[in-house]
């Protein structure tokens, strides 16, 4: 009898699975070709064995990544249960072969269903305590999805109940296969001492169709909610960038005119237009809002939320499906809403910094920053939609080779301060100069950051250094246009640096931007880039460290070091900075609440030091109050974009009484040459 119930009751339950899950597949499979994917499989399975086995992401945070932990396992241990269960339908006396009686096996599955039950405890508590409700500012989703997250806490919870109850009357009736070791088991059916081993067989029968019932109802339930991300997260790790989705943008279009047709299309403009792996991360958020704790757009009162531009853009995926399964017609000839204003906000699009903090806290390892340029490419090279004020720093980029239009003749006024002679490239490289030092836009043409240019040049020349500089050769990178999506204005200024930096022999380079550090080591290698690039905070680092560079005069200050966006999250680089600050007699180094990985943006980032800002509190004005809140003399940065906008906002802050005047913003650049 139990046999046949549960044979119904599964095949009925996998039959509706195995339907969403093929639907799944084949709308995931509609989406564009995504190259590359499976490159690099040894990097891969370390990320399967960190990410997903590992839980390396979930337990940043400690409480909750640990009863997450403990939930992972318990189902992965767990698996040997259901294994067991469905046995038990076909012999009562079924065991799994060769282990199926061992104590161990026994121990590990009793202990991993009570640290599911305690876990969820744990789960529960959470929620009430930090309802999504209180978070969300607005949501279309959150009155749909919470009575799910409860199903859910309830179905697993269910699972593990169904499955001790069973198991400890196999106990009663001489069916269990395992001794005492297990704990669970043995405990429980001491509640029920007493009654027959004719009644302790019936009532596990009904514990075990209702155990194998409540599995395959949790199957179902998966398969439609957004706890699909339990089996999809793992392929979405598999596949996505390694090591992370951070530094160069994904996706380098051809955007040669001589190889052009007019029906391509650049960027991400309807849903159809989404690679297959865009669409894979749509469907595997977990909807947790880690990405959304961490954006420095959400957290200042933006519209923009990782998160539910993530569900949004699912939303209207499966809104869509029909039509991307049925029209078979080409991304250009799509008839259907398109992404930006129908169901993107333009304010949502062009609030993000590309700071990366979404990317960095995703479990699942979804790509936000990159879908949203490809919708940013969209609306610039298609749409010529964009915000006004951007259209000035393009054009300058275009025209002068600077976001601010000052021109190529200001290039080398920083070097007027100085009392040594700076070599400038005529042709190659002068024979005596190991590096090329790449000053950057914001280096060479800002008043403040033409300081800290100048102090690293003094500081190079100090450790006997030899470097020289391009001067009037020297160009924008091209990062603003490309963050801002102009990926054709992007690819010229590419194109013509690398072919100014091969001529002239270049095989070192010392970028003090981190923005041109990312651009030139990362995202040149696509158009010939053969030379290797070092941020100055990493070459100042070596030099005290080999004590070509030795500070002894003291620095009576204490300092919070803030990590510029484009140096620490997109390169990795958060100790060198932080070497030199140590190196320097008299620092007292004190950190932010959000530093290191969780730093803060200062604003400046996807183009937005170049747009206005009218939404919500000024992001580099939150990043200075939490620098203010250490209480450190000196805010210290190295990054010369973080200088300005800083700097910005600790005038305005002193402007308004609320920092002392006597607080500073420098570059770590500045603080090593005042201890020389």
Not at 217 to 230: E, N, Q, R, T
Not at 505 to 519: D, M, Q
Not at 619 to 643: F, H, I, K, W
């Amino acid at each position: 009898m139990r046999l046949a119930v549960g044979l119904i009751i599964t095949v009925i339950a996998a039959a509706i699975a195995g339907r969403r899950f093929f639907f799944i597949s084949k709308l995931v499979r509609s989406g564009k070709p995504d190259p590359g994917r499976t490159e690099g499989a040894g990097t891969r399975l370390i990320a399967e064995l960190t990410e997903v086995l590992g839980q390396r992401k979930l337990l940043k945070k400690t409480v909750p990544g640990i009863a997450h932990f403990f939930t992972f396992w318990g189902f992965t241990i767990l698996l040997a249960t259901i294994l067991e269960a469905f046995g038990g339908l076909f012999s009562r006396h079924f065991h799994i072969p060769l282990i199926g009686t061992m104590g161990w096996l026994g121990f590990l599955e009793d202990f991993f269903s009570v640290a599911v039950l305690v876990s969820l405890a744990v789960f529960t508590v959470i929620r009430i305590k930090d309802a999504p409700a209180k978070k969300e500012r607005s949501s279309r989703f959150y009155g749909s999805h919470t009575g799910a997250a409860w199903l859910v806490l309830l179905g697993i919870a269910l699972v593990v109940i169904t499955l001790l109850l069973y198991r400890s009357f196999q106990v009663l009736d001489g069916d269990f296969p395992y001794s005492d070791w297990a704990f669970a088991s043995h405990g429980l059916a001491n509640l029920f001492r007493g009654i027959s081993t004719k009644t302790a067989y019936i009532w596990e029968s009904i514990f075990l169709i209702g155990n194998i019932a409540v599995i395959m109802a949790f199957s179902v339930f998966v398969a439609y909610s957004k706890h699909l991300h339990i089996f999809l997260a793992p392929l979405n790790i598999a596949f996505s960038r390694r090591p992370k989705a951070l530094g160069a943008l994904y996706s380098t279009p051809n955007m040669d005119p001589e190889t052009l047709s007019e029906d391509d299309v650049f960027g991400v403009g309807n849903v159809s237009q989404l690679s297959w792996k865009q669409m894979l991360d749509l469907v595997t958020c977990t909807e947790c809002g880690r990405c959304q704790e961490q954006c420095p757009a959400w957290n200042t009162g933006k519209p923009l939320s990782p998160k539910l531009l993530i569900m949004d853009l699912r939303e209207h995926l499966f809104e869509s499906a029909s039509a991307l399964l049925t029209v078979g017609a080409p991304a250009n000839a799509w008839e259907g809403k398109g992404l930006v204003p129908d169901v993107i906000s333009e304010d949502v699009l062009w609030s993000c910094t590309t700071c990366g903090a979404c990317v960095e806290a995703c479990p699942v390892d979804i790509e936000h920053v990159d879908t949203i340029i490809d919708m940013r490419r969209y609306q610039v090279l298609m749409e010529s939609s964009f915000p006004s004020e951007a259209g000035t720093m393009l054009r300058n980029v275009e025209n002068q080779g600077d976001p601010w239009g000052l021109g190529q003749s200001h290039r080398l006024e920083w070097t007027d301060a100085l009392d040594f002679e700076v070599p400038v490239v005529d042709g190659t490289m002068p024979t005596d100069a190991e590096y090329l030092f790449w000053v950057g836009c914001a280096g060479a043409l800002d008043e403040r950051a033409r300081k800290v240019t100048q102090s690293i040049a003094r500081l190079l020349h100090q450790a006997g250094v030899s470097f020289a500089v391009l001067g009037p050769q020297e160009s924008c990178t091209g990062d603003p246009a490309r963050r801002l999506g102009n990926e054709y204005l992007f690819q010229m200024q590419a194109q013509m640096n690398v072919e100014t930096l091969k001529s002239a022999a270049v095989k070192k380079v010392i970028a003090s931007c981190p923005h041109c550090f990312n651009s030139l080591s990362k995202e040149y290698l696509k158009f010939g880039a053969d030379f290797e690039v070092i941020h100055h905070s990493q070459v100042l680092e070596t030099l005290v460290r080999d004590r070509r560079l030795s500070p002894t005069k003291r620095f009576e200050q204490s300092v919070t070091y803030h990590d510029p966006c484009y140096l620490g999250r997109h390169n990795n680089v958060y100790d060198e900075p932080r070497g030199v600050l140590d190196s320097i007699p008299g620092v007292s180094t004190i950190e932010m609440k959000r530093c290191r990985e969780k730093g803060f943006c200062c604003g400046a980032g996807g183009s937005r030091m170049w747009l206005e800002e009218n939404i919500g509190k000024r992001v580099n004005l939150e990043r200075t109050d939490q620098a203010l809140e250490t209480g450190a003399d000196v805010v210290s940065t190295a990054c010369p974009y973080c200088m300005i906008m800083l700097d910005d906002a600790l005038k305005a802050r002193q402007a308004e009484g609320v920092a002392d005047e006597s607080k500073r913003v420098l570059d770590v650049a500045q603080i090593l040459e005042s201890s020389l």
